[in-house]
T-cell receptor
Framework: GENVEQHPSTLSVQEGDSAVIKCTYSDSASNYFPWYKQELGKRPQLIIDIRSNVGEKKDQRIAVTLNKTAKHFSLHITETQPEDSAVYFCAAIPSGGYNKLIFGAGTRLAVHP | NAGVTQTPKFQVLKTGQSMTLQCAQDMNHEYMSWYRQDPGMGLRLIHYSVGAGITDQGEVPNGYNVSRSTTEDFPLRLLSAAPSQTSVYFC?????????????FGNGTRLTVT
């Protein structure tokens, strides 16, 4: 089945710096890659997603890139702010498993003022 | 529009006890699922349903049962609780299959098994 690995597990940056979180997946036929943000004590919420026919997608300070050959995708946050502090999860849908969303272990991002 | 509602918010069980975690959504979503969240392990899929009367297993289904008698409700049953089931449980739903629409999560149920 699909295996999603996420790095780093923790990330600490200064306000205004950029943050990058990387995920690798095992199933080369996977075609949908969302990112969820979970603030402390809250529910996870979708922040951005990308499909396999697109190499990059941006939404204001957030961008996701996909490298299908290397089977990895990354979340980029620019001009980080304290409210970006949260746990971020990447996910993928395995081939043939259209209703199974498999998550990575999460990255705890801390943005220091 | 309440979204996805989970009850209870907190629960403490003794080993061997049974209980049902409730999940209801009022968005007319076809897809519903249960995840457990453990430190360092992310969100792991327990069971999911693509519509009333249809359920299937996720990554970690052992020790859990589900049913989907209505579109709105998707309860998770622990038949004989074990300390390894101590976790935060999230119910999530989406309008259609999970790759075509985002997952909406409930607020979670924190379960402790002693």
């Amino acid at each position: 089945g699909e295996n999603v690995e996420q790095h780093p597990s923790t990330l600490s940056v200064q306000e205004g710096d950029s943050a990058v979180i990387k995920c690798t997946y095992s199933d080369s036929a996977s075609n949908y890659f969302p990112w969820y943000k979970q603030e402390l004590g809250k529910r996870p919420q979708l922040i951005i997603d990308i499909r396999s026919n697109v190499g990059e997608k941006k939404d204001q300070r957030i961008a996701v890139t996909l490298n299908k050959t290397a089977k990895h995708f990354s979340l980029h946050i620019t001009e980080t702010q304290p409210e970006d502090s949260a746990v971020y999860f990447c996910a993928a849908i395995p081939s043939g498993g259209y209703n199974k969303l498999i998550f990575g272990a999460g990255t705890r991002l801390a943005v220091h003022p | 529009n309440a979204g996805v509602t989970q009850t209870p918010k907190f629960q403490v069980l003794k080993t061997g006890q049974s209980m049902t975690l409730q999940c209801a959504q009022d968005m007319n979503h076809e897809y519903m699922s249960w995840y457990r969240q453990d430190p360092g392990m992310g969100l792991r899929l327990i069971h999911y349903s693509v519509g009333a009367g249809i359920t299937d297993q996720g990554e970690v289904p052992n020790g859990y049962n589900v049913s989907r008698s209505t579109t709105e409700d998707f309860p998770l049953r622990l038949l004989s609780a074990a300390p390894s089931q101590t976790s935060v449980y999230f119910c999530a739903s989406s309008y259609v299959r999970v790759g075509n629409s985002p997952l909406h999560f409930g607020n979670g149920t924190r379960l402790t098994v002693t």
